[in-house]
């Protein structure tokens, strides 16, 4: 039975099985976008592009879970592994204020598409944590690294769009890889298992 009780080896299958990935689809959709506004807007809009959008990869990743009949939260608050993984959302909301503060100091908008390529980065050591894959913690370092070298190694104009291109290229790497929930994961999710 899912619960407080169980061990976290049983609550980390449990949320590898129930957990989907509508939200690394809704992702790359959205840095996509970016990337592909990179070449149109001036960065300054841009920013406002990454600032006000990256709120919208959670709906996003809902509306596609609904069109695939799948559920985003189908862990529910039953298991204490996914309460952490969501809760550990709102450090990510805390630390854009930082993000923003940095780039009106620096007078530079390319801060902002930075910050958020590396702050929607640290969401994935979490889901690493909570779903007992590796790929969280390499997505979240290999993408935080690499955004920081085409920061300061690609020039303007094209820096927007190479940080975009690294966070994209970091979805593709982390599809590859993810684990998949295995039947004995699966069966995890039964209402006999889930209580």
């Not at 982390?174 to 209402?191: E, G, I, N």
Request: aromatic share 10%; net charge positive.
């Amino acid at each position: 039975m899912i619960g407080r009780d169980a061990s976290l080896q049983t609550l980390q299958r449990h949320f590898l099985a129930t957990s989907t990935v509508s939200m690394p689809i809704a992702g790359t959709l959205y840095w996509s976008v970016v990337a592909v506004l990179s070449f149109i807007l001036p960065l300054g809009q841009l920013a406002y592009v990454v600032l006000f959008g990256s709120g919208m990869i959670f709906p996003l990743a809902t509306l596609i879970d609904r069109a695939r009949g799948q559920r985003i939260t189908a862990a529910g608050t039953a298991n204490p592994v996914m309460v952490l993984f969501l809760r550990s959302l709102v450090l990510i909301v805390l630390m854009w204020p930082l993000v923003i503060f940095a780039a009106r100091a620096a007078h530079d908008p390319l801060v902002i598409i930075l910050g958020g390529a590396i702050l929607m980065a640290l969401v994935w050591i979490p889901y690493g944590w909570a779903a007992n894959d590796p790929v969280g913690m390499e997505h979240a370092i290999g993408r935080s690294v690499a955004s920081y070298v085409a920061y300061a190694l690609v020039p303007a104009p094209w820096t927007a769009s190479a940080i975009a291109g690294v966070v994209i290229l970091a979805y593709v790497y982390s599809f590859v890889r993810m684990r998949r929930p295995d039947a004995r994961d699966l069966a995890l999710t039964t209402p006999a298992a889930v209580g």
